[in-house]
């Protein structure tokens, strides 16, 4: 089935730093990849998607490329603010097979920057 | 759109006793998920429904957890009896495609005690 898989956390920056939290999947078919963000006491916020090979999403300085090669979605950001302390959750749909429409998400990773 | 909306947004509970979780997804989504959060195990899938049907209810913990979709417009995630272990946030997402984002409610925060 599919599944996926985060870098262990928690991850702990300084503001300004470069930000990278590692993805890999695992489906059949051809999945989308997305990735949310849950602040404190909050519900998951989209932040990114693409939906095909090569694809960049961005959004708030954040970017991931959907590499089908290496089946990879890792998200970065070149300078991280304290506003940015949250959890991300990558995660995956396929519209096709068995798993059709399912949505899957990785473990979260726990980011915390200091000022 | 209001978004998703679940109720109640807190909930404590005696247990033995039902809880019943409500959500209404966004309209015109035809796909609705239920997920649960714990510290311990983190985000799990129970059950999602495409156009009101389950398609994969493998997730649900046991017996005690049922889920229903009587209209395009409405869920309930039941658990009867309550057990403290099932203490947790129980968040709902709705999608209008099979592989586009889905959009989730704020939640609701379980405390079976």
């Known amino acids: 089935g599919n599944s996926v898989t985060q870098m262990e956390g928690p991850v702990t920056l300084s503001e300004e730093a470069f930000l990278t939290i590692n993805c890999t999947y695992t489906a059949t078919g051809y999945p989308s990849l997305f990735w949310y963000v849950q602040y404190p006491g909050e519900g998951l916020q989209l932040l990114l998607k693409a939906t095909k090979a090569d694809d960049k999403g961005s959004n708030k300085g954040f970017e991931a490329t959907y590499r089908k090669e290496t089946t990879s979605f890792h998200l970065e950001k070149g300078s991280v603010q304290v506003s940015d302390s949250a959890v991300y959750f990558c995660a995956l749909r396929t519209a096709g097979g068995t798993s059709y429409g399912k949505l899957t998400f990785g473990q979260g990773t726990i980011l915390t920057v200091h000022p | 759109d209001a978004g998703v909306i679940q109720s109640p947004r807190h909930e404590v509970t005696e247990m033995g006793q039902e809880v019943t979780l409500r959500c209404k997804p966004i309209s015109g989504h035809d796909y609705l998920f239920w997920y649960r959060q714990t510290m311990m195990r983190g985000l799990e899938l129970l059950i999602y429904?495409?156009?009101?049907?389950?398609?994969?209810d493998s997730g649900m913990p046991e017996d005690r957890f049922s889920a229903k979709m009587p209209n395009a417009s409405f869920s309930t995630l039941k658990i009867q009896p309550s057990e403290p272990r099932d203490s947790a946030v129980y968040f709902c997402a709705s999608s209008l495609l099979g592989d586009t984002e889905a959009f989730f409610g704020q939640g609701t925060r379980l405390t079976v005690v």
């Open positions: 429904f495409n156009n009101n049907v389950p398609i994969d």
